[in-house]
């Protein structure tokens, strides 16, 4: 069963709120957080990328950046720009985005449970990209971005988060893309109580968001456990910053691809090789998105086609019957000749927050193709991670994203 717990955040003091917020770090190039931070220097960004306080010349991953995040942090909690709550709480998080909201329980889940599978995986992580997000925990002796976590919904639950909701939250504004933000501090014992208990009858928690992470997060408190042998496995360093939505509140988008060249072929003889595995027909100019599993949109020599999955190629498996998988072991793969889509550089990926035209944009600029998809949904991850196993890359996008720097939870140096 799942332990989440209530921590002491350190968190904006009020009226900072939402100059601080900041889109989670690896959103940005280096160049993209720069102009960020430039804009609004007081931006979380800045402490989670704190090479932007360097000239080009200084490396990314120096160490004297890592100490510079922990330094600037410090002198904002002494000027007072962040405040710590005085006894653990448990705090609402709710984000509206398009006039959909979805509410998330903020707390610290256990790194035992990471470890024993009761927080779900379903992507791999590299070790590279996990490297520096231990640096700066580490070094900052804090978890500045929370780990986006689902579970199935409780009706307990969903109750008593709708009558919590119905205080005046601490925190209430629109960021800059328009996405709403509200904030609820719990701190009422028996609240926090029910909730901890709550969770505790939950038999399994899935990473939605934020495996590169939330694998960082437990390799420093693993860390911190050599360091201090005679632990108890109270300490703050064993639980990691996390927000917990129910699935029912969960939105994800299509993660759409766009593919360089077709492979050594012409259009025709393209269509002619997709037509063993899937029907097509032609939809014109207008954009076309799938509406149904199995389906997906295509964008090729200024006109839109849908293609449909033949029944010979359908799959109940979690994995290989992910319209994700689809698309690879059918079209990408065979007809296309990108075999690893993780490293091929003929393929690329597009959020599906950025909209149909921006397919039609990359094939009239850098691209020849382009494939709309039809979203994973929450069901579909929780089946993989079930199951033990691993979604193909860039199967999922959610949004709206949570902001950095709204809640930090602190570990003992």
């Known amino acids: 069963m799942a332990q989440i717990r209530p921590f002491k955040a350190y968190r904006p003091c009020k009226g900072m709120e939402e100059r601080i917020a900041a889109l989670p770090y690896d959103v940005y190039n280096r160049a993209e957080a ?183 997060a437990v390799k420093v408190g693993l860390k911190r456990r050599e360091q201090y042998p005679d632990y108890t496995g109270e300490e703050e360093f064993n639980y990691f910053l996390s927000v917990i939505f129910p699935d029912e509140e969960l939105r994800i988008l299509d993660y759409n691809r766009v593919v360089k060249d077709l492979n050594g072929m012409d259009a025709a003889t393209f269509l002619t090789r997709i037509e063993e595995y899937f029907a097509v027909e032609k939809k014109g100019q207008s954009p076309y998105r799938p509406t149904e599993k199995g ?24 994995v290989e019957g992910l319209d994700v998988s689809l698309l690879q072991n059918d079209l990408l793969d065979p007809i296309l000749g990108i075999m690893d889509p993780k490293t091929d550089k003929r393929i690329d990926f597009v959020g599906g927050i950025r909209g149909l035209g921006e397919l039609e944009r990359r094939v009239h600029t850098d691209m020849k193709v382009a494939f709309s998809m039809y979203p994973t949904s929450i069901a579909e991850l929780f089946a993989v991670a079930d199951a033990g196993r691993l979604m193909p890359p860039k199967s999922t996008w959610f949004e709206p994203k949570l902001r950095s720097g709204l809640f930090l939870h602190e570990i003992e140096r």
């Not at 997906?296 to 799959?315: C, H, Q, R, T, V």
């Open 34 to 216: 720069c102009e960020v931070v430039k804009k609004n220097p007081e931006s979380f960004l800045a402490v989670d990328r704190a090479e932007t306080q360097f000239g080009e010349e200084v490396d990314t991953y120096a160490d004297c950046v890592y100490e510079k995040a922990d330094q600037m942090l410090r002198e904002k909690i002494l000027e007072g720009k962040f405040v710590q709550d005085p006894t653990p709480c448990f705090y609402l998080y709710e984000l509206t985005m398009d006039g959909h909201s979805q509410t998330g329980v903020v707390g610290c889940a256990s790194i035992d449970d990471y470890r024993n599978n009761v927080i779900k995986k379903h992507e791999n992580t590299r070790a590279d990209k996990e490297e520096d997000r231990i640096r700066h925990v580490d070094t900052c002796s804090m978890q500045t971005g929370p780990i986006f976590l689902a579970y199935r919904a409780k009706e307990d639950l969903k109750k008593k988060i709708g009558e919590l909701k119905k205080q005046t939250p601490v925190y209430d504004f629109v960021s800059e893309d328009g996405i709403g933000h509200r904030v609820w501090v719990i701190d009422n014992d028996s609240d926090v109580a029910m909730i901890e208990e709550a969770f505790g009858k939950i038999p399994a928690i899935y990473i939605a968001d934020g495996h590169h992470r939330c694998a960082s």
């Open 295 to 318: 389906t997906f949109g295509m964008y090729l020599e200024n006109e839109w086609y849908s293609l449909s999955a033949k029944d010979e190629i359908k799959s109940e498996d979690a």
